[in-house]
């Protein structure tokens, strides 16, 4: 069965600083999606970056990158260049991809509380 | 439309009423997706539509669960005979590709 540890409950950073939001995982599966999201008070999941099993190079996206280290199993959030805005509760989630019956369901992990201080 | 839309955004209802919540997707995503989210903790996985066919159904999804998807459009979700430990934030998803789009979901309090 598939496993997301987020290790983190809460974390805080200065406004303006980089910050990493931990995530290690468990499958057996070779073939396999990891995602993070950022979740404000409102609710909404909002993606922020995708980190496919076979991908040579850690995923980016503006502000957002994916240090991915396989042989650990761990897919670590890096927030460079911290807004308040980034203020915010951070879920790791998994999707396994190759066959099995999952239907692309995700597991997440229990989520990192992120503060940003001005 | 260009999001997931999720009707009510909050219901309060006594212990052992009925709810019915409401999930409208993006048209042209065949898959979708309901979770689970109580306080503190991450979504959970409930139940899985590709088009009007519910494949997955989690052990989470008791008997008094029941999910529909009809013409494989909008999806709706009824508890029966809530408990209070129904408490929790329903999450909609759907999925084209690889992608996932979420709902803002509905917040259930059971009282």
Redesign the interface.
């Known amino acids: 069965a598939q496993k997301?540890t987020q290790t983190q409950p809460g974390m805080f950073v200065q406004e303006k600083e980089a910050v990493t939001l931990d995530c290690t995982y468990d499958t057996s599966d070779p073939s396999y999606?990891l995602?993070w999201?950022k979740q404000p008070s409102?609710?909404?999941?909002?993606?922020l970056i995708?980190q496919g099993s076979y991908d040579q190079q850690n995923a980016t996206e503006g502000r957002y990158s994916l240090n991915f280290q396989k042989a650990r199993k761990s897919a670590n959030l890096v927030i460079s260049a911290s807004q308040l805005g980034d203020s915010a509760m951070y879920?790791c989630?998994m999707?396994e991809?190759a066959g099995g019956?999952s239907?692309?369901?995700?597991?997440?992990?229990?989520?990192t509380i992120l503060t940003v201080h001005p | 439309d260009t999001g997931v839309s999720q009707d009510p955004r909050h219901k309060i209802t006594k212990r052992g009423q009925n709810v019915t919540f409401r999930c409208d997707p993006i048209s042209e995503h065949n898959?979708l997706?309901w979770?689970r989210q109580t306080l503190?903790?991450?979504?959970?996985?409930l139940t899985?539509f590709?088009n009007e066919a519910q494949?997955?159904k989690s052990r989470l999804l008791s008997d008094r669960f029941s999910a529909e998807r009809p013409k494989g459009s909008f999806s709706t979700l009824e508890i029966q005979r809530t408990e209070q430990g129904d408490s929790a934030?329903y999450?909609c998803?759907t999925?084209s590709n690889?992608?996932?789009?979420?709902?803002?979901?509905t917040?259930l309090t059971v009282v």
Do not use: H, V
């Open positions: 997301i999606g995602f999201y409102s609710g909404e999941m909002i993606f995708y879920f989630a999707r991809l019956t239907y692309g369901k995700l597991t997440f992990g229990q989520g | 898959r997706y979770y503190g903790q991450g979504p959970e996985f899985y590709q494949l997955e934030m999450l998803a999925s690889y992608g996932y789009t979420f709902g803002s979901g917040r």
